[in-house]
């Protein structure tokens, strides 16, 4: 099968490493290869319907700062430059419009290809147009990657819980948040711990995506629609933010053995992204970057899952688990 | 602590039985007459006064059914020492964060004590922020019931919003 990243940042990058080095796997799984024929940044693309080699592209990348020396006006003229048959799809999230993301991915559906995205806008303001638009097509639209990073949480329950009913899931999905509200606890200000987060690279320039509680939002909507089968969007969900928590309140949390963590909640009538105060030792009282999840399902009773909520090679290997996934439908284990 | 679930009461009582053969099962047989649901007994027999053993014995029940039961329990000379009920609470902390002096936490709980009954409530403030304008406070309340919570959770949610104060509630 072939490949073509779309997005070439981290992420990309990551991908492309991961599907270099587990060729072994696919040929031993599937007898033949997965190939990746083509790579697309925000300014250029590069095409080789023989393979392209993961080293040398990220090399580029590094060097020049795009991916290939062909620039692009239109998504068709690179996407439609080559024969492939999975997108991945990985440019950055825009949670207003769902951004080149949600382009990418109609674009890919329309033309036959099954998509595999880490892309959050684009679910969180589409979900149903896009789940009906890979039905209407026979393909598939995995997003594994979109909660949690590393973090198994859609394909458990859509495979280990399979049948059950799922009564809710809690969980920490920004690991930013989580590490500002974990600084915090020693005593930092909000402003500090915003700080040190940035510098050593965990929240953005503009941080408000994560402090304001909208990536986490993104992520129970995916939740709530792709778990709880509703049809819910981005405004529908009650968000509070942790820009106000200050260190009163997580002194006075403290003092009753208790810790201040910004949880989103999602089951069939509720979708909140909110501060909490959760007793010490609760699984959702995790500290640094972690993501957690607590599902309550009909007959497991609680599970909580955990894990590295964001990174490279952590939701690349989210992303892979969704390419064996299309693998194994296409070709067969 | 007693479970209300509609007019059933969880009921602990500590009996006195003669020390004879048959004596604990005359206890506890009241009980079962009385349609009651035994859900732990003790028989102790390290507790005993005037020759009379200690049997301490947790039981469902129905509330309207307890005088009967004392009769029956009296009928067959037990002696009752002590009967309670007693009830579970549920507990939710929340913190409010931003004007909310002691004047406004007294009008939301007088607010909340209209809407539903609470067992106990706790108002803690931050001693460092009471000189600032934005003041921080923890409320801790117990209700018998865990409709009560919601009842609460949605009068601060409502109040909190209205007022522009965030509101950080338990899990």
Request: glycine share 8%; hydrophobic share 40%; net charge negative.
């Amino acid at each position: 099968m072939k490949a073509f990243i779309c997005g070439f940042g981290t992420i990309g990058q990551s991908v492309a490493r991961v599907i270099k080095e587990k060729q072994d796997f696919f040929k031993k799984r599937y007898n033949e290869s997965l190939t990746l024929v083509g790579a697309l940044d925000s300014r250029s693309y590069i095409i080789d319907p023989n393979g392209l080699d993961a080293d040398t592209i990220i090399k580029a990348k590094k060097e020049t700062g795009k991916v290939g020396n062909t620039e692009y006006k239109s998504i068709k003229d690179a996407l439609g430059s080559v024969d492939f048959d999975i997108l991945i799809e990985v440019t950055s999230t825009d949670i207003k419009t769902g951004g080149v993301g949600l382009d990418n991915i109609r674009y890919a559906l329309q033309n036959g290809k099954d998509v595999v995205t880490a892309n959050k806008g684009p679910l969180a303001l589409h979900y149903k147009e896009l789940t009906d638009l890979a039905d209407k097509n026979d393909r598939y639209l995995l997003f594994e990657g979109t909660v949690g990073g590393a973090m198994p949480i859609i394909n458990l329950n859509k495979y280990d819980l399979a049948g059950q009913k799922i009564k809710s899931i809690r969980g920490i999905f920004n690991g930013t948040c989580n590490y500002i509200l974990t600084k915090m606890d020693s005593g930092q200000p909000f402003e500090q711990a915003l700080k040190e987060a940035q510098q050593q690279g965990y929240a953005e320039t503009d941080p408000t995506n994560d402090v304001e509680g909208y990536d986490s939002a993104c992520k129970v909507v995916i939740l709530a629609n792709s778990i709880f089968g509703r049809n819910a969007t981005f405004n529908d969900v009650e968000i509070t933010g942790i820009t106000s928590i200050n260190s009163d309140a997580v002194v006075l949390a403290q003092n009753n053995g208790m810790v201040i963590r910004l949880i989103g909640e999602v089951s069939a009538t509720k979708l909140e992204v909110a501060p909490r105060l959760i007793p010490r030792g609760h699984p959702l009282s995790l500290p640094g970057t972690l993501n957690t999840a607590e599902i309550i399902t009909e007959y497991a009773g609680p599970i909580t899952v955990s894990g590295v909520g964001a990174g490279g090679p952590e939701t690349a290997s989210a992303i892979l688990s969704d390419i064996i996934d299309i693998m194994d439908e296409r070709i067969g284990d | 602590m007693a479970i209300r679930i509609g007019a059933i009461m969880i009921v602990n009582a500590e009996l006195f039985v003669n020390d004879l053969p048959g004596q604990l099962i005359g206890s506890i047989e009241p009980i079962s007459m009385v349609e009651g649901n035994i859900l732990g007994i003790v028989h102790n027999r390290d507790k005993i006064i005037d020759h009379r053993i200690c049997v301490n014995v947790t039981f469902e029940v129905d509330d309207k059914q307890l005088d009967r039961l004392k009769d029956l329990w009296k009928a067959k000379d037990i002696i009752i020492s002590s009967l309670g009920s007693v009830h579970e609470t549920f507990t939710m902390h929340y913190i409010l964060i931003g004007d909310v002096n002691a004047q406004y936490i007294e009008g939301l709980l007088k607010m909340v004590n209209e809407a539903t009954t609470l067992d106990e409530v706790n108002v803690s403030y931050s001693s460092k922020s009471i000189r600032t304008a934005s003041h921080t406070s923890l409320i801790t309340v117990k209700a018998r019931y865990e409709d009560n919570l919601d009842k609460i959770d949605a009068i601060l949610r409502r109040e909190c919003k209205n007022a522009n104060v965030t509101y950080v509630r338990g899990v």
